[in-house]
């Protein structure tokens, strides 16, 4: 199916971003995922590829490291022209 390898390699690409970004920020499997409330085997399993990445995980795991989400999307939306105005809440 294409679209399972399709979303396969998203997440395996979000993975890879994700411990690159947590190495980086000096914090460990197991000092993210208590910071998240998940297990050190959680943040692995991220890391792998192996689950899929929750929007209010992935917020979460932005704001713990202290960066933007477009780290992790920004290769998604090259031009930035899939802007959307979002309605009041």
Not at 4 to 22: P, T, Y
Not at 65 to 86: C, E, K, Q, Y
């Amino acid at each position: 199916m294409v679209a399972a390898n399709w979303d396969d390699r998203i997440e395996q690409e979000l993975g890879r971003k994700l411990k690159a970004l947590r190495v980086a920020a000096g914090i460990s499997q197991s000092g993210l995922g208590a910071a998240l409330g998940v297990s050190r085997t959680q943040i692995q399993k991220y890391e792998r590829g192996e689950t899929r990445l929750a929007v209010s995980t992935l917020i979460a795991i932005c704001n713990i490291l202290r960066r933007d989400p477009m780290v992790f999307l920004a290769g998604h939306f090259p031009d930035n022209s899939h802007t959307i105005d979002a309605p009041d809440a």
